[in-house]
């Protein structure tokens, strides 16, 4: 009496000289970024167990390592699959003008606090021998071109 069904050491042969051969990845662009990292994805099949969708990113030319890729907050927060969507050039010109102005606003801040190095700025309170270090007043901007907040001025 023969058995109707697949020939299960076939299959299992099959597979295992499949798992040799180099996997042909194509994904769908989904975006780049200021960095020049290519986004790609491939969208979930939950008919074939795939509830996931594949993500991944290619950086701009060879890498020294592994690990030194400079990545987006947006675009990070979408390869770890925790945005569905994947980041449009408007939010991340919107953050990069953001990131600029904190940049130029701590520039400005430290300039504005440097001191020359002279121990006679620090007062020592004699009774105690705690030394009392200047405090400053914060401008600073809020939104990229908007006026500085100044809180003398609330």
């Known amino acids: ?11 299992i042969i099959q597979n295992f000289l499949n798992s ?19 986004y790609y994805e491939i969208p979930a099949d939950p008919s074939r167990g ?17 690990h030194g890729h400079e990545l987006t907050a947006e675009w990070e ?3 770890r699959g925790r945005r569905n969507d994947p980041p449009t050039q408007e939010e991340l010109i919107k953050n990069l003008s953001i990131m600029e102005m904190k ?3 701590a520039a400005l801040l430290e300039e504005k606090h440097k001191q020359p190095q002279d121990h006679a ?11 009392h270090f200047p405090r400053y007043d914060d401008e600073y901007e809020i939104m990229p071109g908007s006026k500085p907040i100044n809180k003398k001025d609330e």
């Open 103 to 105: 940049k130029r606003n």
């Open 20 to 38: 040799f051969r180099p996997r042909q990845i194509r994904g769908d662009l989904k975006g780049e970024d200021y960095f020049g990292n290519k």
């Open 50 to 66: 795939k509830r996931k969708p594949s993500r991944w990113f290619e950086p701009p030319g060879k890498p020294k390592d592994d």
């Open 77 to 79: 927060s979408w390869l």
């Open 1 to 11: 009496m023969a058995r109707e069904g697949r020939p299960l050491i076939r299959i």
């Open 121 to 131: 700025a620090i007062k020592h309170d004699q009774a105690t021998g705690r030394a």
